[in-house]
């Protein structure tokens, strides 16, 4: 795998990070850590 492959990669996960990070700071309080605790616990998804 060449540099640029990962340096697009780099890029890539930097750009979601911050898109993640900027949908995270509309939610409430109570309704991310709902979230939370589905994404760590897919049973609780059901």
């Excluded at 540099?3 to 780099?10: E, G, H, S, V």
């Excluded at 409430?28 to 850590?33: A, H, L, W």
Aim: aromatic share 14%; proline share 4%.
């Amino acid at each position: 795998m060449s540099p640029d492959l990962f340096q697009a990669f780099a890029l890539y996960n930097t750009w979601m990070n911050q898109s993640i990070y900027e949908k995270c700071a509309v939610l409430g309080d109570e309704k991310r850590k709902k979230i939370s605790a589905r994404s760590l616990n897919p049973f609780m998804a059901r």
